[in-house]
């Protein structure tokens, strides 16, 4: 049989189809950091990448993050500028501590699991301590971060701990939420040693957890991350590992890139679900827990996570500012703020960009691709990629819902906006099974193909309100897709008979974060039985991900062209008045020609000057040829809305109330108060 499948990595979203041979060659675009300019943009992941932690061996770099439930556990990323990522695998392929972690006897380990990895190097080991909820800390070893990795247990748990090997030979934990501990573990990294163990920060100093303890020219430092209320990172420093300790309340506060906090759960996620919506909240999609790490050429870097809405949790990368013995993430003139956009770290390392990830899958290797995870440990015996060559054969087992199947594979959405789509024979179905793809989550939404009575139906089903919309179906191959937009939150599905023409099912939905999975939305293939027995098999021949906007800027700096800046979501255009700039409603907006300055920065020219912007941080306009304070590094919010950050201030332009324009922003607003967002219009020049 011919593989139509190879046709849907080209059919997304309507694009043209591909011939088969040449499209089964073409991986789907995905989220790239890195610009290619010798910039980056934020977040170094554009899907959930929480709790990171980060190390440096000589000349690489190796980050891993917290995987909860979801098998294999714990990633390995590793890179040689830190903006490019190549995952190398995960520190264990499957732990099976209980049947919790099976999905077995009505038990889940939703939301539990791995939990805010340390990671270090020390005398050619890695080691990665996690947290494994209603068991102990567990302790990963290797010599090679690609692995085998081992595991042993620690006799005690100890919550989101930090982990530091001194160059007196102790090695020191410390952890805790809000009252951090700290105590000096044994030889064999199994437990404290007995009488060590103190109270070094008390819960009143305003530290919160996820610590990561470092040591920097002598001297202690404890990150963390406070997330009630108005979410940031405190720090806290002392001459001794004991201290006492001094609190830096924060140094990363409200950057979130102008993200608002999204549709959320209001108590128990669980039918009938009562979810809030959107708000402005300031404080909330910030980043806020995370460490530091030295480039071989001195330069310092920041990485944290800010919560994202129902995409989970992202990683962004932050230049330091060391001031008064404190490492700012951020920069001189806009301490705790980091850019959305920057010039990438001098690493000595000059690379062309690539993707962390490969999403599509046609399932033809001897190994599912890196990228999936399954939902707890997996039956290894109920799938195959063996038993038809070619495609992920997963054997229906009995299950009430999708929460308690068994063997779905996962992966994690990503963002701004993507489009999965799978194709699915269904040929091996039984009576009570069904089959397809889910955006899992709570509450999770299904399409996919149901058996009953010998009869088989297209099948959309929504656990918000336990709608079902069913069509029949004549058993054999469909397409299923998702249409989602993470930046509104919204999506639906729709199915096709031939790869070509897509037909909507269902009603669009909201997506929402929740505590119960702790995760953020993932696109997962099912295949289980509802009455109770185990049924037949589902055969998924291919998956793959389409992103619109994969790289960097949404839209591209108009470098060359004339335009017009209007302040977002006003009237207000930038005018020439004499020689200083403001903005006013009507009457000649100034028209600027973009001048490109390299490194993703621009100069606006106007007549025989620039646009400039003085001591004060007032702009005017400059005679003459354009230097740093001319200068502007052009970036977007993370809904796309253009900014321009002055080289001078470091700070972002802005109109305040009485039209006055200067750049002295800190940065965008989850309120949009910020009054730092322009819409750009190109025009014919002068």
Not at 403 to 424: E, F, Y
Not at 508 to 537: D, E, S, W
Not at 627 to 640: R, V
Request: net charge neutral; with cysteine.
């Amino acid at each position: 049989m011919a593989r139509m499948s190879r046709l849907l990595v080209a059919m997304m979203l309507g694009a043209a189809a591909l011939p088969i041979a040449a499209a089964a060659q073409v991986p789907g675009k995905t989220w790239t950091a890195d610009n290619g300019d010798g910039t980056f943009t934020n977040p170094l992941f554009y899907d959930e990448f929480s709790d990171p932690d980060m190390i440096r061996v000589g000349e690489d770099y190796y980050l891993t993050g917290t995987t909860n439930h979801s098998q294999p556990g714990l990633p390995i990323l590793h890179s040689r500028d830190l903006v490019n990522w190549t995952l190398l695998g995960y520190a264990f392929d499957r732990m099976d501590l209980g049947p919790d972690m099976r999905l077995e006897g009505g038990k889940s380990m939703y939301g539990q699991g791995i939990w805010a990895p340390s990671f270090r190097y020390h005398n050619g080991i890695f080691y990665i301590f996690s947290n494994v909820n209603g068991h102990t800390t567990q302790v990963f070893r290797a010599t090679n971060p690609a692995g085998p990795w081992t595991r042993t247990p620690m006799k005690r748990s100890l919550h989101d701990l930090g982990v530091l090997f001194d160059d007196d030979g102790k090695v020191y934990v410390v952890w805790g939420y809000r009252e951090v501990r700290m105590a000096q573990l044994n030889a064999a990294l199994d437990d404290v040693v007995p009488g060590s163990e103190r109270v070094i920060i008390k819960a009143e100093q305003g530290m919160g957890e996820g610590a990561h303890l470092y040591k920097v020219d002598g001297r202690y430092y404890i990150s963390s991350a406070w997330f009630s209320g108005r979410m940031r990172m405190p720090m806290a420093r002392a001459d001794k590992p004991y201290g006492p300790y001094e609190v830096n309340h924060a140094i990363s506060l409200d950057e979130g890139w102008g993200s608002e906090e999204g549709y959320r759960h209001r108590g128990e996620p669980r039918p009938p679900f009562d979810i809030a919506p959107p708000t402005t909240a300031l404080g909330r999609n910030v980043l806020h827990q995370g460490g530091i790490v030295q480039t071989p050429q001195g330069e310092w870097w920041g990485f944290s996570m800010t919560d994202y809405n129902s995409l989970g949790r992202l990683t962004g990368l932050s230049p330091v500012t060391w001031k008064d013995g404190w490492p700012y993430f951020g920069l001189p003139g806009n301490l705790g703020r980091t850019p959305r956009t920057w010039v990438k770290p001098a690493t000595g390392v000059v690379q062309k960009p690539f993707a962390p990830y490969v999403r599509d899958d046609g399932f033809a290797g001897p190994a599912l691709g890196r990228v999936w995870q399954w939902n707890h440990v997996p039956d290894d015996a109920k799938w195959s990629l063996k038993e038809r060559r070619g495609y992920l054969r997963l054997h229906t087992l009995p299950a009430v819902d999708l929460m308690t199947a068994r063997n779905s594979l996962t992966q994690r959405a990503i963002g701004p906006q993507s489009s999965p789509v799978t194709l699915l024979e269904t040929t091996g179905l039984r009576d009570g099974d069904t089959a397809g793809l889910a955006l899992f989550g709570l509450p999770w939404r299904t399409l996919g193909v149901t058996q009953a009575g010998g009869k088989q139906a297209i099948e959309f089903r929504d656990q918000r309100d336990g709608k079902v919309v069913r069509v029949p179906f004549a058993e054999g191959r469909v397409w299923l897709r998702a249409q989602c937009d993470w930046l509104t939150e919204k999506a639906r599905f729709e199915y096709s008979l031939d790869g070509r023409k897509f037909t909507p099912i269902g009603e669009p939905f909201v997506m929402a974060f929740q505590l119960k999975t702790f995760q953020g939305i993932r696109y997962a293939l099912f295949a289980y039985n509802q009455t109770g027995r185990a049924g037949g098999h589902a055969d998924f021949d291919s998956f793959a991900v389409d992103q619109p906007n994969a790289k960097g800027l949404m839209h591209p700096i108009p470098l060359g062209k004339t335009v017009t800046l209007v302040l977002h979501g006003s009237k207000l255009a930038l005018a020439e008045h004499e020689t200083s700039i403001v903005a006013r409603a009507g009457g000649d907006a100034a028209r600027f020609r973009v001048i490109d300055k390299g490194l993703g920065r621009v100069a606006l020219a106007l007549g025989g000057g620039h646009l400039s912007i003085n001591a004060s941080g007032d702009a005017w306009v400059k005679p003459g040829d354009a230097g740093m304070a001319e200068t502007f590094a052009w970036m977007e919010t993370i809904y796309g809305e253009p900014m321009l950050m002055s080289l001078a201030t470091q700070r972002y332009l802005m109109v305040d109330s009485s039209g006055q324009v200067s750049a002295t922003s800190p940065g965008a607003r989850a309120d949009r108060a910020d009054h730092a967002r322009f819409v750009v219009t190109e025009v014919g020049g002068r």
